[in-house]
Nanobody, 117 residues
Framework: QVQLVESGGGLVQAGGSLRLSCAASGRTVSRYAMGWFRQAPGKERDFVARIWSGGLTYYADSVKGRFTISRDNAKNTVYLQMNSLKPEDTAVYYC???????????WGQGTQVTVSS
């Protein structure tokens, strides 16, 4: 089993930055594809970014050029650097691990990001 704990969320003004962390425990996640998703109130959970075990990354069009996903295998942690934040980025951000057959096997509890205008 893998446990994921997200942190780093908070309140920030539009144009600001935040870095989210997703710390994994229970098993090393270095071999897994990891991802970030977000869910705004009343909306479905949307894909944000993914990083494969080899470091290849993939982003949703809405965050491309503003967000960067990275991983530190020594710390068993995945990050999401978010720059130039917009009010529409406000959501609960979730981390997922072990992307297989189109879905993630493990999820964290989420961290709230609120961007004020």
């Amino acid at each position: 089993q893998v446990q994921l704990v997200e942190s780093g969320g908070g309140l920030v003004q539009a144009g600001g930055s935040l870095r989210l962390s997703c710390a994994a425990s229970g098993r090393t996640v270095s071999r897994y594809a990891m991802g970030w998703f977000r869910q705004a109130p009343g909306k479905e959970r949307d894909f944000v970014a993914r990083i494969w075990s080899g470091g290849l990354t993939y982003y949703a069009d809405s965050v491309k050029g503003r967000f960067t996903i990275s991983r530190d295998n020594a710390k068993n942690t995945v990050y999401l650097q978010m720059n130039s934040l917009k009010p529409e980025d406000t959501a609960v951000y979730y981390c997922g691990a072990d992307y297989t057959a189109g879905s993630y096997k493990y999820w964290g509890q989420g961290t709230q990001v609120t961007v004020s205008s």
